[in-house]
């Protein structure tokens, strides 16, 4: 039983300030945050907090100078020299590290504090936001005005081994001020991949949430930029409360603290804070980032070998592995200028799915980076051999879509061996680890959205598995970063297990997601042996009936890849169950393309347009000099090129991947499939491409 001065603050008390409530309002999150800080944010610690700062073998303290500035303070001690005795307080018994303006800062009378308990070799942190009441020589105490969990996100697994006692000094230790980063503080600044944040606001109207709060920032190494006394830190997804940044809307001050913690070295930093809104292209291509702000030195600390421990880095964050630094936002930059254009790859890794599809991983051997993409999207692929199977080489360009989930530092596609298919006969049978593949950047029209709230069914047959298993990775993968994970339905067609793919990665997402995402697998000819329930969940096809029973009364987006006909198949029970045409999406390059059924609708996934052709024209290949007479109704400009023993590039022949562009040398034409692919003013993309209404002549240069 809660006594009354441990109860929550009240429903008519908010437990956020002005700062804190306009962010949330910014981000769309304010009345779920403010129903989450009714009910998680208390003025007592509870028992378990009590016990976790109890365990703890350092304590981060953020506390405010006389001048006004805010100080993050690092408070090392042997487990148990916080101890609560009571609900409402935190007895420290130790005393700050010699040179840290803590120990001053402290001593005024209820001075405010903020403290973050955290545990890095078990990633778990608890806050708390008081006020001193006692201070003396053993150490001071804490009076409790907010106590409240957070997240383990971005914090990095790490041992803590003391190498001396907590209140002894170093020979070594010396106290340093700087008014401007030296070389050696900007190596360790630019190489973190942590640090802690103190802000605060004055305590007005409401000291019980007003005051001082420190916090915790991670990445991957290198997160923070270093621009002369300017730090440039991204701000990732988190739990929404805006305590940091709340306190910079209303005071855009900061203390900062960087540790080296291989030296002991503890540099502390105070200084002014600009919000930053409005992302520039660097900021815009750098993974996780959704806004960020600008730290400017005023003046700092550096305590040599103030800490009494070192720490090894164990394993980084699964969330810090989602977001990016600066050198790789600079390759990426770099990369995206080369849009379209074939790039060097290499093969790193080559593994088998099933019986016919084996994945192949490339890595850009040119040292730029890989710009991300949008989970289902294709892969333009060239392959240059000396010899095909026996053949006289020439380049095969193909398209497949990327089987692995945005944010990877590889491509994976995933292809089915086919009898006569040249490409992926080279793919199985000759290409192996350390060859050279060129490709251009994923594109296309059929990917997902991460963010709606909207469930959404993936439904593949056979091969058609690969762009589901990258919507699926980038579904978790976003759920894990943005806490929030879209419902996801997948169903599964194979004909036998052996052919079946991702199985045990999909069963393993669905595990993982604690059956957020929901995986069911079709086997249409088992093996005897084989039982339903145990190795898959149906030997029959996927039928209305199953859909009907295994989705719950809902809206869904529902989105299909696989051969024509189990495509067409699906569409058409959709369409039957009376869902919307705007719901359902399909794969839409290659020849796997489906009849839609309303009048309302395109005629095709690959979103086909009734062209005006030409009623008879003269097709002319500059290069190849000759022509080709055609009527209304007739070939594609591909097709007539290869009817007369002409092998020119392409990989979709939709318009999706922009391999078959020529140069258009004289006449006008119109496409059958409304292209997705960039072309210019004077060029074609001959593989959905016809003459115009009116046009008698075209020439292409080819």
Request: charged share 20%; with cysteine.
């Amino acid at each position: 039983m809660e006594s009354k001065n441990q109860s929550r603050l009240t429903n008519t008390s908010s437990p956020f300030h002005a700062g804190e409530q306009e962010l949330q309002s910014r981000s769309g999150k304010r009345d779920a945050m403010e129903k989450f800080g009714q009910r998680a944010i208390r003025a007592f610690m509870p028992d378990q907090h009590r016990k976790f700062f109890a365990q703890l073998p350092f304590i981060v303290i953020g506390s405010v100078d006389n001048s006004g500035w805010p100080w993050a303070s690092i408070l090392p001690g042997r487990p148990g020299f916080a101890s609560s005795p009571t609900p409402t307080r935190l007895d420290i018994n130790i005393q700050p590290i010699n040179g840290d303006p803590l120990a001053q800062n402290i001593q005024n009378d209820a001075a405010p504090l903020g403290l973050l308990g955290i545990e890095l070799h078990t990633r778990r942190r608890n806050r708390l936001n008081g006020r001193v009441v006692q201070n003396n020589t053993r150490g001071f105490s804490v009076a409790v005005d907010q106590s409240f969990g957070n997240c383990p996100q971005y914090i990095q697994h790490r041992s803590v081994d003391f190498i001396r006692e907590p209140n002894k000094s170093s020979q070594l230790s010396k106290t340093k001020a700087f008014s401007k980063f030296s070389s050696d503080v900007t190596a360790i600044i630019g190489n973190a991949d942590t640090f802690f944040v103190s802000s605060f606001v004055q305590s007005k109207d409401r000291p019980d949430i007003e005051g001082v709060d420190v916090s915790h920032r991670g990445g991957k190494s290198g997160f923070v930029k270093v621009d002369g006394n300017t730090l440039t830190i991204p701000d990732y997804s988190g739990n929404y409360h805006f305590n940091t940044l709340g306190n910079f809307l209303i005071n855009p001050k900061a203390g900062l603290i960087f540790t080296d913690f291989t030296t002991g070295d503890i540099h502390m930093l105070t200084g002014t804070v600009e919000i930053i809104w409005d992302l520039d292209e660097e900021l815009s291509t750098f993974q996780g980032a959704e806004r960020a702000w600008k730290f400017t030195l005023d003046h700092g600390l550096t305590l040599k070998d103030g800490l009494p421990f070192r720490s090894t880095l164990g394993n980084f964050s699964p969330n810090s592995l989602l977001t990016g630094n600066w050198a790789e936002t600079k390759a990426l930059i770099a990369a995206k200028k080369l849009k379209g254009a074939w790039r060097p790859f290499n093969v790193t890794r080559i593994e088998d799915e099933s019986d016919n599809i084996r994945s192949f991983y490339f890595q850009a051997s040119d040292s730029l980076g890989l710009p991300t993409f949008e989970a289902g999207q294709f892969i333009t692929l060239k392959i240059t051999p000396d010899n095909v199977l026996g053949k006289a080489a020439k380049d095969i360009i193909r398209t497949y879509t990327v089987s692995s989930a945005p944010g990877e530092n590889y491509y994976r596609i995933s292809v089915k061996k086919e009898s006569q298919g040249l490409a992926s006969k080279y793919l199985h049978e000759l290409v192996k680890v350390g060859d050279v593949i060129e490709l251009k950047t994923p594109r296309g029209e059929f990917f997902i959205d991460s963010l709606k709230e909207r469930p959404a069914v993936l439904i593949a047959g056979g091969v058609g598995i690969t762009p589901m298993m990258s919507m699926a990775q980038h579904i978790f993968n976003e759920g894990v970063r943005r806490r929030h994970l879209r419902p996801l339905f997948i169903f599964y067609s194979a004909r036998t297990t052996k052919q079946r793919a991702f199985s045990e990665q999909l069963n393993e997402l669905q595990r993982r997601s604690d059956n957020k995402i929901k995986y069911y697998s079709f086997i249409t000819a088992p093996t005897a042996g084989e039982k339903v329930g145990v190795d898959f969940n149906s030997d029959n096809r996927i039928s209305i009936e199953v859909l009907q029973q295994v989705l719950p009364l809902d809206a869904y987006d529902f989105y299909l890849c696989g051969p024509t006909g189990f495509m067409q198949d699906m569409y058409n029970k959709l369409h039957y169950l009376g869902i919307a045409e705007h719901r359902i999406f399909a794969e839409s390059f290659g020849p796997a393309v489906i009849s839609r059924s309303t009048e309302n609708s395109p005629t095709t996934v690959a979103n086909s347009i009734e062209p005006e052709e030409a009623e008879e024209s003269i097709i002319t290949f500059a290069k190849s000099a000759f022509e080709q007479r055609w009527q209304q109704g007739g070939s594609t400009l591909l097709e007539v090129a290869e009817a007369h023993g002409l092998t020119p590039e392409f990989g979709c022949r939709t318009g999706a991947c922009g391999a078959c562009k020529v140069k258009l040398n004289e006449g006008n034409i119109t496409y059958r499939t409304k292209p997705t692919a960039e072309y210019g003013k004077n060029e074609v993309l001959i593989c959905c491409a016809v003459p115009e209404k009116n046009s008698e002549n075209i020439s292409i240069d080819l």
